[in-house]
């Protein structure tokens, strides 16, 4: 049955999940420019978004005496196996994915945050974050060292259950 009116966002987010997931028949082309360029946007007034807001003042440190302990990590839950050969085989599709590739840590900290956040709400359970660059030349990059810090702190840890 045809319908005389155009996608919301969310449809046509929910309709590039499936499109993404399928492949084009041999000899047709696949043709999803319309979708790209809206998700495009999408993440372009995103990051506009980030940017127009300000930062918050900060107050001077206060001193503390130095700890000796150190910070825990979190308790890391590493991925299940049976779920972590399914991903890898192509059985279990991951449902969404974010490249932080190219940003800040203070960019990236926020954008993922609100990655998880959205992902979590739309139920999504097996979600891919790119951290970018990864060993080279005896460095690992920053974000690949970041994330995992980030998801033992208590804004991400109710949005993690387990990442490798």
Do not use: C
Not at 91 to 103: S, V
């Amino acid at each position: 049955m045809a319908r005389d009116r155009k996608l919301s966002a969310d449809e046509r987010i929910l309709w590039g999940k499936v499109a993404r997931s399928t492949r084009p028949m041999p000899g047709k082309a696949g043709a999803l420019t319309e979708l790209d360029a809206f998700l495009a946007e999408a993440e372009a007034a995103a990051e506009r978004e980030q940017e127009k807001q300000t930062p918050a003042t900060l107050m001077p440190p206060q001193p503390t005496a130095p700890s000796t302990a150190k910070p825990s990590a979190g308790v890391h839950h590493p991925l299940e196996k049976p779920v972590k050969r399914k991903i890898a085989k192509g059985r279990l599709a991951l449902e969404a994915r974010i490249d932080l590739h190219g940003l800040v840590q203070s960019q990236a900290h926020a954008i993922l945050l609100d990655f998880l956040i959205r992902a979590h709400e739309r139920g999504m359970r097996h979600v891919l974050v790119i951290t970018g660059k990864g060993s080279s030349m005896g460095s690992e990059g920053a974000l690949k060292r970041a994330v995992p810090l980030w998801f033992s702190k208590p804004e991400f840890r109710y949005l993690i259950s387990s990442y490798e």
